[in-house]
C-alpha cells in the first residue's frame, strides 16, 4: 500500500506498508498533518514503525522532530543526512537516540518490507531514494535528484510502482520571476528533474512490469499538474495502451487516496 500526504516544495511526506503496519518516508509537513493525513487514509500512528529521510532539507523534514519525539519513532537516514539533520534548526532537538544509521545499496528488513537506498544527485546531505518490496510487489521512490543515475535507473526499472519527481516545466521555469541562480539551480545535476526529464526516462525505460507511475515533487511556481500528467503520457504513447491509466499526479499540498500495489 502506498499514499502520499504532500508532495511538492512546500512539503513532502509519503506512506509505504503492508496493511498492518508500514513506514512514512519523509516528514515534511508538521506531525499533526501527517497524523491526520494518515488517519483519513485509515491507518494509525501505531502502525508507523519509522521514518525514512531522502535529505536533511527542510520541505523533507519539517515535522520531524515533533513527530518523531512524540511517537518514539526511530529516524533511518544515511551518515551525513543525519549530520544536516542534526545541525539544521528545524530538527536540532530530535531525540538523538532515536538515529540510526543506514547505507545506500546496503538492504535492510522492517515490517516485513526489504528496503534497499540507493544514492542520488541533490545538493542536501547524504541524499537518497529507496527500493521497497515485499512478496508480490515493489516501490521505487527517486525524488529531489538532478538527474537520473544508471543506479537510479536499475531500481526505477525493478519497481511494479514508481515515485518519480516531475519538478518543473521548462518553459514555465524559463519565463518565471526565479532569479538566475534559482534556475540554474533548479537545472543542474544537483538539483531536479523536469516534466521532460520524468518523460525520457519513461519513453526509454518503461515496460510492462510498471504498473503504477506516480509523479511526485511538483513545483508550485514553474509546473502544473496536467503539464506533467500529460507529458509522461506522451512519452508512454506508443509503449501501452493504458498511458492514462497509469499515470498519478500527487497532490501538493493534500493527502492521496491509498494505492494498493
Not at 58 to 63: E, F, L, V, Y
Amino acid at each position: 500500500m502506498f499514499c502520499s500526504l504532500a508532495s511538492g516544495s512546500s512539503g513532502n511526506s509519503y506512506y509505504v506498508g503492508n496493511g498492518d503496519e508500514g513506514l512514512l518516508i519523509d516528514a515534511g509537513i508538521s506531525s499533526r498533518r501527517i497524523v491526520k493525513a494518515l488517519a483519513e487514509n485509515g491507518i494509525s500512528m501505531s502502525q508507523i514503525k519509522a521514518v525514512l529521510i531522502t535529505h536533511d532539507h527542510s520541505d523533507h523534514i519539517k515535522g520531524l522532530t515533533t513527530l518523531a519525539n512524540k511517537y518514539k519513532l526511530p529516524v533511518l537516514a544515511t551518515p551525513d543526512c543525519l549530520k544536516g539533520i542534526s545541525q539544521h534548526p528545524l530538527t536540532a532537538e530530535l531525540d538523538k537516540s532515536l538515529m540510526q544509521t543506514i547505507k545506500a545499496q546496503l538492504s535492510f528488513r522492517l515490517s516485513g518490507l526489504e528496503v534497499t537506498p540507493f544514492s542520488v544527485p541533490h545538493d542536501g546531505m547524504g541524499n537518497v531514494g529507496y527500493h521497497v518490496r515485499n512478496s508480490h510487489a515493489s516501490l521505487t521512490l527517486a525524488t529531489d535528484l538532478g538527474v537520473l543515475t544508471d543506479e537510479a535507473i536499475h531500481y526505477l526499472k525493478a519497481a511494479t510502482a514508481i515515485v518519480l519527481e516531475s519538478n518543473y516545466d521548462e518553459e514555465l521555469l524559463q519565463k518565471g520571476s526565479y532569479p538566475p541562480y534559482l534556475k540554474q539551480r533548479i537545472r543542474s545535476h544537483q538539483g531536479h528533474l523536469s516534466n521532460a526529464d520524468a518523460a525520457a526516462f519513461l519513453q526509454q525505460h518503461f515496460h510492462s512490469g510498471i504498473q503504477q507511475i506516480f509523479l511526485c515533487h511538483l513545483s508550485q511556481h514553474n509546473n502544473h499538474p496536467e503539464l506533467a500528467r500529460q507529458s509522461a503520457i506522451d512519452a508512454l504513447n506508443g509503449c501501452t495502451p493504458d498511458a492514462g491509466k497509469l499515470v498519478t499526479v500527487l497532490p501538493r499540498g493534500q493527502r492521496s487516496p491509498l494505492f494498493h500495489l
